[in-house]
Structure formats: structure tokens, C-alpha cells
């Protein structure tokens, strides 16, 4: 064994990457083609697609919901903890709340 001398090359050979695109010729003329333009929508608009959302999620989860209340109104009653508003107000709140969580 001791005749034999062993040596070890590596060699690393990166080749470049050429991505080539290809460019298509357009379907139709460019005077014929459609131009998309940004569409901005108003503030009432935004507000009703948002309002349409919340109201399908209460729809959905308007059970669940009505339990969670009851039971924490529960506690609070238990507790012999008062609001100064009425209970439609804190309804309204807590589910404000729980659709910005969820």
C-alpha cells in the first residue's frame, strides 16, 4: 500500500444561465387591443362591500355569537357588575369585537 499515492481533485464548472423570452406577437393590433385604466372606488362603495361581508359572517354566526353574549352577560350578572348603557349597545360592541378578531 505504501506505492500507491492517491491524490484528489475536485473541479466545480458552473455553466451561465441564459433564460431566453420569448416574445409573442400580440392577438390583435395595438390599435384594436383593450386599455385597462385603474378603477378607484368611493368611499360608499368600500363601505357597502364591507358592510355585506359582516353581514353574511352574523348571519353565519349569529348562534354562536347570541351564546357567548348570554354567557357573559351571565357573569356579569353573577358578579353584580351594571352597565350605564343598555344591552343593545354592549350586543353591538361585543360583536364589533368579535368580527375585528375573527
Known amino acids: 500500500m505504501d506505492k500507491f499515492n492517491i491524490d484528489v481533485v475536485q473541479l466545480f464548472y458552473d455553466e451561465p444561465i441564459i433564460i ?4 409573442y406577437k400580440p392577438l390583435t ?3 384594436e387591443q383593450v386599455k385597462l ?3 378607484y372606488y368611493k368611499n360608499s362603495y ?3 362591500k364591507k358592510k355585506e ?3 353574511i359572517w352574523y348571519y353565519d354566526n349569529r348562534t354562536t ?3 357567548l353574549f348570554n354567557n357573559l352577560v351571565n357573569i356579569f350578572i353573577r358578579k353584580k ?3 350605564y348603557t343598555d344591552l343593545k349597545t354592549v350586543y353591538n ?5 368579535l368580527y375585528d378578531v375573527a
Open 65 to 67: 355569537i347570541n351564546n
Open 29 to 31: 393590433i395595438t390599435k
Open 53 to 55: 361581508i359582516f353581514d
Open 37 to 39: 385604466y385603474p378603477v
Open 46 to 48: 368600500k363601505l357597502q
Open 20 to 23: 431566453q423570452k420569448k416574445k
Open 93 to 97: 360592541h361585543f360583536v364589533e369585537y
Open 81 to 83: 357588575i351594571y352597565f
